[in-house]
């Protein structure tokens, strides 16, 4: 099995080929049967087809969020089932817009429709970074674990202070501010828009470490190399938060679009539950 | 529980700090070199701060008197004041405060895996429960509260707009939010019903039992919504020439038992025209002829009168009976109906009496027989020439003798008698020299005899409309002078017609697409589709 494929290159694009066949054939029947005689929306016998499918093919794509969490499905591969997820998704923009009939207005059926648009939106930022933020994320970790990295500053902070107990109060102030990011939480991770900041944030570490820097020169003897010690640790260690943070915005931004599509899927589907009715209500 | 060490110190003031120098020692970046100092004096104990910050039984202070209990906070240590042994001033433990944690470790993975307050799965109900009840409850409360209490009104004020897909047609926007005008029953299509029981007087395309056999739409009944559509503002009767095509496409039969006609486009793909013609032989029936039969003739029309129409047109004019000559023109004889769309039909009264003069007794060239059935005339006649007889005779000269004799027998029933032989002999006269002699009916007509030998002029039979599924209007064609179309200046008979056929109407319009010079014309610039006229109606299935 070629697990290295990725989701747009699932089998050879096959759902690929199936959405663009999908979206070639609702064109050709539209550009033959349905133009000017205004009966091309959702009140004609192809207003009726497209929006069946449509509606069917929404109802398929929510039930992926079921397909992955049932670990036991044998009913596919979440990998196929995500490739199908991404290429049928899209060819709702070609089989939805040609349902309205290019018809739109301030009601159900157009909000349904600009949902589904959002939806797809958010649905495009998904495969971007599924197909960006690992490879990122690979290179950043370099063969680390996140554990790993996490054991190995607490390590530097142990040793900063350490190394300060021995410094005057004023390194030790800075040793303080600057490795306190690991003892106390919040300073690494933290909210989602702290994640996504990465190692955009005003870091203590970095912070702690140019002020050291800045106070070199004024120790002598023993003192002087302790210090030489504690700016060399506190570098590395700022080297490592960044990178921590790099990892937690990657892992971040690679659900957070997840926040917009799942809420606004469930929107779209509230949307079509009142389109649908609507329009069997007065038909 | 953690191993215990302990340690007894000497002497009354204890530094507390980082620093190698203090007796307590707190190694700890967090606490100063010299941190704070433990006072032991006769009454008690006290801590004192050294510019640093300590917390005393949870409250920040600079210096405190020390109690059995009391616990003091530097840095990360808890310093905790126990009952002293016997021989001992003063008993403190030194621990780690668990509050705060020095590995790191544990809480930076409770911040990795903190995620944000609002789940996706808590936000998805949200707008689903959110959507639903904006989109689907509020209109369906808004329908339910109808004319009901105001304040279900209020609340859902304008939620049934959510629903509805466009704005109504022109027409119909004084329906406004009564759906239910048109929308009878809920999840019931709008049928053609609901649509007549407003317009009761629109017309059918055509007979219904003719389209009984020919289903319009997938085995469906022709309904008004096939090309009336609403909800899409404007108005809602389509133009599209697809919509016609559907039927006139030439896939299927336009109607049980008629033609089949493919007419998808007026440029490129519209039948040549037919004239509607009326038969003399049978008065009332139309006959639909091509313009051009098989051998390229045109048809004739067979309206038993005799027309010269380059005589009347002669540029230098026509000889009338009063005037001299007078130039004629189109409208000398052809005007506009009402509302100018057609022709009023030419009026012997109105357009030929003027020249062509029905007198018939020289003596009295005022009087004139009547434009009539023969019988009429023949009435007049007799009616005319007893008066003169009557007037001629002798008796009736000596009027003051007559009165003398006996009122009301004025002359004698045989005088009477041959005054009646004499006006009946001078009418027949007068007739026969109209229809015969001096040829004065038969300027225009045929006039012929029965079997029996009695009179007869050939009953007129005129086209009231040669082209009666067209809605043509003369007067927006008015900037083209008539012989454009009818060329009539060579016609020399009657028989001659002089409608236009398609190729002339086709120089200035073309189709559905057509661009400018040409004019865009779809099947609505000249067809109805509710009928036109009811002659057309039949035509549309009468015989070749």
Known sequence: ?283 | MAKREERRLTGNVFQIGRGAQCQIHLPDTRVALVHARLVLGEHGSVIEADRHRIVYNDREVSGAELRVGDHIEIGPYVLSVETAPPGVALAIAVRVSKRVSTSGTRALYRALLRGPRLSKRRLSYLVFFGVLVLCLAAPIADRLAGDGSTLTRALALGAMQAWNPGPLSRAHAVFGRDCQSCHVRPFVAVAAEDCLGCHRSIRAHGPKEAFRAVSFAAGADLTCMQCHHEHQGGVMASRSPQICAQCHGGARPVAAGAQPIKATDFASDHPGFRLALVDPARPGALRRVAQRDASGAPPQEQSNLKFNHTLHLDPRGVRGPREARTALNCASCHEPGEGGSRMRPVSMERHCARCHSLQFEPGSAARQVPHGSLEQVRTMLREFYARSVLADAPAAQNARGVERVRPGAVVSPEERREAARLADEKASRALRELLETRKVCSTCHYVGRTARGDWQIAPVAISASWMPGASFDHARHATEPCITCHEVRSSRRAEDIAMPDIARCRDCHGGAAATPPKVASDCASCHRFHGGSSAWRELAHAPE
């Open chain 1, 1 to 283: 099995m070629r697990h290295q494929d990725s989701i747009l290159e699932y089998r050879a694009g096959f759902y690929l080929k199936l959405a663009l066949a999908a979206c070639l054939a609702a064109v050709a029947v539209f550009a033959t049967h349905a133009p000017a005689t205004r009966q091309a929306y959702g009140a004609s016998a192809l207003g009726y087809t497209l929006g069946t499918i449509a509606a069917l093919l929404v109802l398929w794509l929510m039930a992926l969020g079921v397909r992955k969490r049932g670990y036991r499905s044998r009913l596919g591969t979440v990998q196929g089932w995500t490739s199908a997820h991404v290429y049928l998704g899209a060819s709702l923009l070609v089989i939805a817009t040609l349902h309205t009939g290019f018809e739109f207005g301030w009601n159900v059926h157009t909000l349904s429709y600009v949902l589904m648009l959002l939806v797809i939106a958010s649905g495009a930022l998904g495969v971007y970074a599924y197909l960006r933020y690992p490879v990122l994320m690979t290179k950043n970790m370099a063969d680390e674990t996140l554990e790993a990295l996490v054991l190995k500053i607490a390590d530097l902070d142990r040793k900063c202070r350490r190394l300060a107990l021995d410094l005057p109060d004023e390194v030790n102030a800075i040793v303080a501010r600057g490795t306190r990011s690991a003892a106390r939480e919040a300073r690494i991770g933290g909210s989602l828009r702290r994640q996504l900041a990465g190692d955009a944030v005003a870091c203590p570490t970095r912070a702690a470490a140019a002020e050291l820097v800045a106070l070199g020169g004024r120790y002598k003897g023993e003192q002087a190399a302790l210090h030489g010690q504690l700016v060399s640790a506190m570098a590395r260690k700022s080297v490592l938060t960044d990178r921590v943070r790099r990892d937690l915005r990657y892992r971040a931004l690679m659900h957070v679009w997840l926040y917009a599509h799942v809420p606004l899927a469930f929107a779209l589907v509230a949307a079509l539950i009142a389109h649908v009715v609507s329009v069997f209500y007065f038909r």
